[in-house]
């Protein structure tokens, strides 16, 4: 199948039947969305893809119908050629306390639109209920705080080199109204801020965050005042991270104390993530099992005649009528154990914090759960992680674009699928800190590992 702007509904019924098979038969958390009857909304779906007038709509369609199933590691990805299609103003929004807010904007945009103002009102259409109605039920996450992260930075996207009229509340209280213009990667004008390192204000959207070149390298190691090490964790998918983190070991043991950021950490792989917290863990600590649907044709075919077994005589069944039974309703898992982590032959008992918010996810939670579970000690400082975690089963569509299906969960706590991670010491951002550009999370931890009294 090409890569075209206009598939036959032969091609955009498949796509549409792709994602409801893999999910059907593979998809490991149907016990949270206990309400969802994933065979009725494919139904329901149907006559939507077969209708739809162009990509967009199309791909729009497919991401609102995967986000029923509320897991930030099973989505539908774009097609590149779509997300070059579309755009927006070079100025960024971020969630803050509820509310769309600039964090940064091209020096032009920003002499309008300065950087604290909120986002009121885009077309008309009041911001948040323009993010409720058209943006948020095509995210696709698993905590609502994440979800609204990730609306927030789609807000203003739209096709490249459109206008798009928004009403703005500037800091000094005035109601503006502006026209921008959608064309971000075009716009030679510079930002009125560069990135800090992280740059705690810079949020992207997945698809961004797939195509676009990473804006920051995946291992940073600075020193700050009071001899605190800083180490940003950014990515656990490049493979040197470990030998990175290994080569400032001494430099780490002369420290008063170390800080782990992990805010622009989506995840990658756990052996990453796990080489590192070997050096905090004071004993071997297992890793949590997995769990992942199994399915088995004959066990289906023989549950067939089990499918109107009460509640109550489950029990009596015998083991292999029980596994049939399950596997018919989709319920039997597959659990496979990792094996324990062993601490690293350098341990580094030295005062450390995490530094966490809702871009925290994946194989980052992952290791934030082995560090704590194998006795590092550490504080959390920030906000809430993504709570998200798994392996996805990964399948290309129609018109070039992809989805996945996450095939394993882990058993964490039922608040953490909910919350997220949640910090020690919560440290959110507001309004006052963007203006002033202050990383309010970074001065918290250095004010912390230094002794000193953390004003929150």
């Known amino acids: 199948m090409e890569n075209q702007e206009n598939l036959s509904a032969v091609d955009r019924l498949y796509g549409l039947s792709l994602i409801w098979r893999e999910a059907k038969y593979n998809f490991a958390f149907f016990y949270r969305v ?101 943006i948020a039920p095509a995210v696709c996450e698993t905590t609502r705080h994440r979800l609204l992260d990730q609306a927030t930075a789609r807000l203003l996207l739209g096709p490249q080199g459109s206008q798009v009229k928004c009403k703005f509340h500037t800091p000094d209280g005035n109601t503006i109204e502006v026209e921008l213009l959608r064309n971000r990667r075009m716009d030679p004008d510079p930002w009125l801020r560069t990135s800090q390192v992280p740059g705690p204000w810079e949020f992207r959207f997945f698809d961004e965050w797939f195509y676009d070149e990473a804006p920051f390298s995946s291992f940073i190691f600075r020193k700050l005042d009071g001899n605190v090490s800083y180490i940003a964790l950014n990515s656990f998918m490049d493979q040197t991270v470990p030998a990175s983190f290994t080569e400032k070991l001494a430099d780490i043991r002369q420290s008063s104390g170390l800080i782990l950021d992990l805010r622009k950490n989506h995840g990658g792989s756990d052996d990453v993530g796990y080489s590192i917290a070997a050096h905090f863990l004071i004993q071997p600590t297992e890793t949590m099992p997995v769990r992942s649907p199994q399915n088995i044709a004959f066990y289906r075919a023989s549950g067939v005649s089990l499918k109107d077994t009460p509640p109550e005589k489950i029990a009596d069944l015998s083991e292999r009528a029980r596994e049939q039974l399950l596997c018919f309703r989709n319920q039997w898992y597959y659990e496979e154990h990792w094996g324990p982590i062993q601490p690293a032959q350098e341990i580094l008992p030295l005062p450390t914090v995490l530094l966490t918010d809702s871009e925290t996810g994946s194989a980052a939670e992952d290791f934030i759960m082995a560090f704590e579970s194998g006795k590092g000690e550490a504080t959390r400082i920030g906000s809430g992680t993504a709570g998200s975690t798994g392996q996805p089963l990964i399948q290309e569509l129609p018109g070039g674009g992809g989805f996945a299906i996450c095939t394993i969960r882990m058993p964490w706590p039922e608040e953490v699928w909910q919350k997220g991670i949640e910090p020690d010491i919560s440290v959110e951002p507001t309004i006052e800190d963007i203006i002033k550009n202050k990383d309010r999370a970074l001065e918290t931890a250095v004010s912390y590992l230094c002794g000193a009294k953390v004003s929150i």
């Open 34 to 134: 206990p309400d969802l009857d994933w065979d009725a909304a494919y139904r329901e779906f149907i006559p939507q893809v077969i209708s739809a007038e162009d990509l967009f709509t199309y791909y729009d369609l497919l991401s609102r119908f995967t986000a029923l199933l509320k897991d930030g590691h099973t989505l539908v990805l774009s097609p590149k050629s779509l997300y070059l299609s579309l755009d927006r103003p070079k100025l960024m929004l971020m969630n803050v306390q509820g509310m769309p807010v600039v964090t940064n904007a091209s020096d032009d945009i920003g002499s309008r639109v300065p950087v604290g103002s909120q986002l009121l009102e885009i077309d008309g259409i009041d911001a948040r209920e323009y993010l409720s109605m058209h």
